[in-house]
């Protein structure tokens, strides 16, 4: 499944977004956002739960400053410039993360279950040998997972016969694991965000 990629993965802060607010800027660079797609603001603090994903009202690409349809709920920091300088080479800044893809899979929420997006290789009742294989680009899935078990929102299960890529895509804000692997090999991931899982992002068992 390939969807169209887009230039825009990761930006920072370029000034403190507080609690309430409902307008961020950032470092306008590359940034291509349109009206109704969906960012995250990752943690600062020491609290890794202290995080933030809105949808964009308006983003204005001469200043950098975006419009959120609804008020942070926690404080990011953010600055004019990298504090690299400062702190051994490490930007501290608040990193604002883009979640929309056009190639979308989102989950209805019924009794804490989400998409799944399943991948496995298999015997047949009549011995037929069925090989799974996966090749995501540029693909987001939204509300995956099955709250309080391992079934992830992107999950592979006996996979060993063929080669599995997941690039540029976006996994978020689903009720239990990301994404989980059992008995698998052979799978390239690229270049991916997976973001405010409840239980689990990355698991292999």
């Given at each position: 499944?390939?969807g169209?990629?887009r230039?825009?993965?990761m930006?920072?802060?370029?000034?403190?977004?507080?609690?309430?607010?409902?307008?961020?800027t950032?470092?306008?660079?590359?940034?291509?956002?349109?009206?109704g797609?969906?960012?995250?603001?990752a943690?600062?603090?020491?609290?890794?739960?202290?995080?933030?994903?809105?949808?964009?009202?308006?983003?204005?690409k001469?200043?950098?400053?975006?419009?959120?349809?609804?008020?942070?709920?926690?404080?990011?920091?953010?600055?004019d410039?990298?504090?690299?300088?400062?702190?051994?080479?490490?930007?501290?800044?608040?990193?604002?993360?883009?979640?929309?893809?056009?190639?979308?899979?989102?989950?209805?929420?019924?009794?804490?279950?989400?998409a799944?997006?399943?991948?496995?290789?298999?015997?047949?009742?009549?011995?037929?040998?069925?090989?799974?294989?996966?090749?995501?680009?540029?693909?987001?899935i939204?509300?995956?997972?099955?709250?309080?078990?391992r079934?992830?929102?992107?999950?592979?299960?006996?996979?060993i016969?063929?080669?599995?890529?997941?690039?540029?895509?976006?996994?978020?804000?689903?009720?239990?694991?990301?994404?989980?692997?059992?008995?698998?090999?052979?799978?390239?991931?690229?270049?991916?965000i997976?973001?405010?899982?409840?239980?689990?992002?990355?698991?292999?068992?």
């Open positions: 499944m390939y169209k990629e230039s825009f993965k930006t920072r802060l370029l000034a403190p977004a507080k609690i309430g607010d409902k307008t961020i950032v470092d306008k660079k590359n940034v291509d956002l349109v009206q797609d969906r960012i995250a603001l943690p600062t603090g020491i609290k890794y739960d202290t995080r933030d994903a809105r949808n964009v009202v308006s983003y204005d001469n200043t950098g400053l975006i419009e959120l349809d609804e008020a942070l709920e926690w404080y990011h920091f953010g600055a410039k990298s504090t690299a300088e400062k702190y051994n080479g490490v930007d501290i800044r608040g990193e604002v993360l883009s979640l929309s893809r056009n190639v979308r899979i989102v989950g209805t929420e019924v009794e804490d279950w989400g799944q997006v399943l991948t496995a290789d298999i015997m047949e009742e009549d011995l037929e040998f069925r090989e799974g294989l996966t090749n995501l680009d540029s693909v987001e939204q509300y995956g997972g099955q709250k309080n078990t079934s992830a929102a992107l999950r592979f299960e006996n996979t016969t063929n080669k599995h890529t997941v690039k540029n895509c976006a996994v978020h804000e689903g009720p239990g694991w990301m994404v989980n692997g059992v008995r698998s090999a052979n799978m390239q991931f690229d270049n991916n997976f973001w405010g899982g409840n239980q689990v992002g990355v698991g292999w068992n």
